[in-house]
Each structure stands twice: as structure tokens, then as C-alpha cells.
């Protein structure tokens, strides 16, 4: 995957490769006295050994070429690479889940016919719920927007359930094959028809709590920004499913909420270009003017509400959570963070929350928890 992983290492390869076949080339016409080609023997081997270097040049300029004109190569690669560590994480979450969670799985949320606008449902133990409506976490599960699924959270939303609250886990289309604002108005139909639903599925509708991870985190902060300004709501041409009085808090980790804090030169440059350019559709998505609304961070108003958020200390996007939660405190809301000084140790990597064996992870439920406990009123 690393042969991937940078244009110029893939150009200068097909560099060389193209001088070592041309050296080939020229031995055989020339018949230099360093390759005997009197024997038919050898002949043959030449000219095996030039139709391999021939195909091999021609997949690798098809290769380079194909990184440059489309952003599929490159979202596949990582997809890949994503989907098999989000499995990886939810098994490993699979020890901390409470055993006696009801769940409804894969109801869909919009098109009945469309796999990839569908939903599962996470109910407390009932002898804890009592039948009364509970609130309502909706997790928006992160991958770049290109990867993942709700089954990478499903056992980590089992673990919420567990403290009294209904979740939701959330799928939506995934880039490059939708692009932005695609998901963000699924997420959008997902709230619609769980407020529709909130009497089948026992939810107290006037709480709310939208949540997510990387990707899903910077959509559920772009969703609640459009819940709590109209104006926004009207740039991004949405009309929100939830009113403010009915949302009541936002948990965000390891998100993205600032898309010009994004260093396109640096190690993760590659990365960074494939993602955002799969995302939006854009290859030049900077000069993108209605990518812009994708930042959130100078963009929130002192309506957004009680927001907690985390990031790992190793997080190559924790400087957009240091910002967003200082824009939010500056704006008087009301914010519970969880950060770490810079040689905190264990370093902490990206989605390090979903780490339940070390403490740190264990940490970050705490004061999730604790949060919600403060700010929809649920007992602890």
C-alpha cells in the first residue's frame, strides 16, 4: 500500500523502471559484447525480459495516471484500510457491552430501497428504562466520509445504551460515490424520521444528542450549526428536522471543523488531497466557495449547544477541536473538553476514545457521560 501512498514515488519508480528498459533495448540492438545474443536461448530470454518491462511501464504510467484523474484509486485504498480497522476496534469493544441491550437493526431512515440510508437502534435494559421515553443519542460514525459503517460503532453505542439512553447508529452514502452535502441531508433524514418515530421507539423529543467521530464528528457539528442558526441552515440550503429547544447537547471526537487548518504538504498531504478531493468532488476543493461551509469552526453561534469534546494529544487534527472549543467558550457556550498536554503518554492516535483497555479511553466515557448527565438531566 505504501507504493500508493505518494505521485512522486509512483513517478520516480516509472522513471526508473523506463531507464532500465531502455538499457535493455539498447543492449539488444546494439548487441553489446556484455549480452550475448547469439544464442537463440538468451534472444528469447531479451525479449521475454523486454515484454515484461513493457507491461510493467504501461501499468505503472496507467497507475499514475489514474491517482491523478480520479479520486477512486485512492479512496479505495483507504476504505480498505479504514474498514479493516474499524472492525477491528468495534470487536475489540465487544468485552465492555452490557448483554442485556435490545436492538432494532438496518430500519431504513429515507429510501426503503436504498441499503445505504438505514439505521440501528440501541435500547436501554428495560427494567432501568421503566418505560418512559428516553433520550436519544444519534452517532454519526466517522472513515474520511469514504469509509466505514454504523457496525464499526455498534458495540460502542451498546455501551451508551447501556446508561439509559436510546442510539442510534447512523449509515449514510459514502464519498467519492456521493458527494458533499450528500451526507450531511441524510443525516438530516435520519433525524426527521426518528422525531416522526418517536413515539414507536419511546424518545423524549426534546432530547436530542447528536455525536460522532472524525468524519461523522464534523457532520453532527455542521448539523447542530444548522439547527441552531437559520442563516447557516439557508447558505448550506437545508431545512433542519429539529428545532434548538429540542436539541440539547453535541458530543464531538477527533473531528475536523476547519478545513483551512488542513496542511495539504505535510506527511499526511497525500492522504488529506484524496480525501477531501473524494469528499467534494473537487479536485481544486480549496477554491471550492461552497466547500467553505464545511468549516465550522468560524461559523457557530452562541445558540449551538452544550458541546463536549475530545481529541488525542497524537491527533494530527487536534488543533481543530483546540479551536473549536475555544470559539465556543468564547461565544459563552457552554463546553466540557477533554484534552491532553502535549507529552501526555501513552501519545494518544486518532479515535483513541474507542480505546476501552486503557485508561484514557475509559477517561473520555467518564466524561461523556458525566456531561450528558449535566446537561440532559439523566441520572448517572
Avoid at 88 to 93: E, I, K, R, V
Avoid at 144 to 161: E, H, M, P, R, T
Amino acid at each position: 500500500m505504501a507504493f500508493f501512498t505518494n505521485h512522486s514515488l509512483t513517478f520516480n519508480i516509472f522513471i526508473t523502471v523506463i531507464n532500465l528498459y531502455l538499457k535493455y533495448e539498447f543492449c539488444i540492438n546494439m548487441n553489446q559484447p556484455t549480452i550475448n545474443t547469439s544464442k537463440p536461448a538468451k534472444r528469447r530470454g531479451l525479449k521475454i525480459l523486454s515484454w515484461f518491462f513493457s507491461v510493467l511501464c504501461l501499468l505503472l504510467l496507467l497507475t499514475y495516471i489514474a491517482f491523478q484523474i480520479s479520486p477512486w484509486p485512492s479512496a479505495m485504498l483507504i476504505r480498505y484500510a479504514f474498514n479493516k480497522g474499524g472492525k477491528a476496534t468495534n470487536l475489540a469493544l465487544d468485552r465492555f457491552t452490557p448483554k442485556n441491550i435490545s436492538q432494532e437493526l438496518n430500519i431504513p431512515y429515507a429510501d426503503i430501497n436504498n441499503k445505504e440510508t438505514r439505521l440501528d437502534l440501541y435500547f436501554p435494559p428495560k427494567d432501568e428504562h421503566q418505560g418512559n421515553p428516553a433520550p436519544l443519542i444519534i452517532w454519526i460514525h466517522g472513515g474520511a466520509w469514504l469509509a466505514g459503517s454504523k457496525n464499526d460503532v455498534g458495540n460502542y453505542c451498546k455501551i451508551l445504551a447501556g446508561q439509559k439512553y436510546i442510539v442510534a447508529a447512523v449509515d449514510y452514502s459514502l464519498a467519492p460515490g456521493s458527494t458533499y452535502p450528500t451526507q450531511l441531508f441524510q443525516v438530516n433524514q435520519a433525524l426527521a424520521f426518528l422525531k416522526k418515530n418517536a413515539g414507536k421507539f419511546n424518545i423524549d423529543t426534546s432530547k436530542f444528542i447528536l455525536a460522532g467521530d472524525s468524519g461523522g464528528a464534523q457532520m453532527a457539528a455542521q448539523m447542530a450549526g444548522t439547527i441552531s442558526d437559520q442563516d447557516y441552515a439557508k447558505a448550506i440550503k437545508i431545512k433542519p428536522s429539529l428545532n434548538r429547544n429540542q436539541l440539547a447537547a453535541v458530543l464531538l471526537y477527533c473531528g475536523a471543523y476547519d478545513i483551512s487548518q488542513v496542511n495539504l504538504k505535510g506527511s499526511s498531504g497525500w492522504f488529506l488531497k484524496s480525501v477531501l478531493w473524494s469528499f467534494t468532488g473537487d479536485k481544486h476543493f480549496m477554491n471550492n466557495p461552497a466547500f467553505n461551509a464545511i468549516s465550522i469552526t468560524g461559523k457557530v453561534t452562541p445558540a449551538f449547544p452544550p458541546t463536549f469534546i475530545s481529541v488525542g494529544n497524537n491527533d494530527p487534527l487536534a488543533a481543530h477541536s483546540y479551536a473549536l472549543a475555544s470559539r465556543l467558550n468564547n461565544l459563552g457556550v457552554k463546553v466540557d473538553s477533554l484534552f491532553f498536554a502535549n507529552d501526555h503518554q501513552p501519545a494518544l492516535p486518532h479515535e483513541y476514545q474507542f480505546n476501552l483497555e486503557g485508561k484514557d479511553g475509559q477517561l473520555a466515557l467518564k466524561k461523556s457521560l458525566q456531561f450528558l448527565a449535566k446537561y440532559v438531566n439523566t441520572p448517572n
